[in-house]
């Protein structure tokens, strides 16, 4: 009888030995398969905001070369056609303000004066150095009344600076667009 019960704490042993073996691997495997499920999706979401930037400064490039010798029903058009080459609500506005930071046209209309020369996404510009995209810090949109992230280039007229075009991407967007992914 004392070999009964030692054979059956031996095959207790094993049992929970292998038991917990396995619980160990299928452990592992969940790490493993989470790690990999969240560097495709961290992929996902740098493609996607890769792919929404490079195309706002193809869009900026355009309109800022565009906007200084346009007629102003020819740069509306453009601006159309912009905004309409983004997802559904990835563009807020588009906007250009003139050399002093007053914006000068807003794809959704300008009611008065804007000064819009105090806002960094502004002022970058207006310093020297060569042109590029700058992306500033979320603000409330003095237009658009949301807040927005804005992307801008500047407007070169004969080699001058000119202005300021600049693309408003709601931050909810953002959030959507990681909430869809």
């Known amino acids: 009888s004392w070999g009964l019960i030692l054979a059956a704490v031996a095959l207790g042993t094993v049992f929970w030995a292998q038991f917990l073996h396995s619980q160990s691997q299928a452990r592992h495997r969940a790490v493993v398969e989470t790690a990999s499920r969240a560097s ?25 070369g565009e906007y200084p010798d346009a007629r102003p029903e020819v740069f509306e058009n453009s601006v159309r056609t912009r905004i309409a080459a983004f997802p559904q609500g990835a563009i807020a506005q588009i906007s250009v303000a003139d050399a002093q930071g007053i914006v000068v046209y807003s794809s959704l209309g300008v009611n008065g004066r ?29 237009v658009s009344q949301q807040w927005t992230v804005q992307f801008t280039r500047p407007v070169l007229a ?23 992914v």
């Open 114 to 142: 804007v000064d819009v020369s105090d806002r960094e996404h502004i002022r970058v510009h207006m310093a020297p150095g060569p042109p590029r995209m700058y992306i500033g810090a979320p603000v409330l949109g003095r």
């Open 40 to 64: 495709q999706i961290a992929d996902a979401v740098a493609l996607h905001a890769d792919t929404l930037v490079s195309g706002i400064d193809v869009a900026m490039q355009y309109l800022a």
């Open 158 to 180: 004969g080699g001058r600076f000119a202005g300021v075009v600049v693309i408003s991407v709601p931050t909810r967007y953002f959030a959507d667009a990681l909430a869809r």
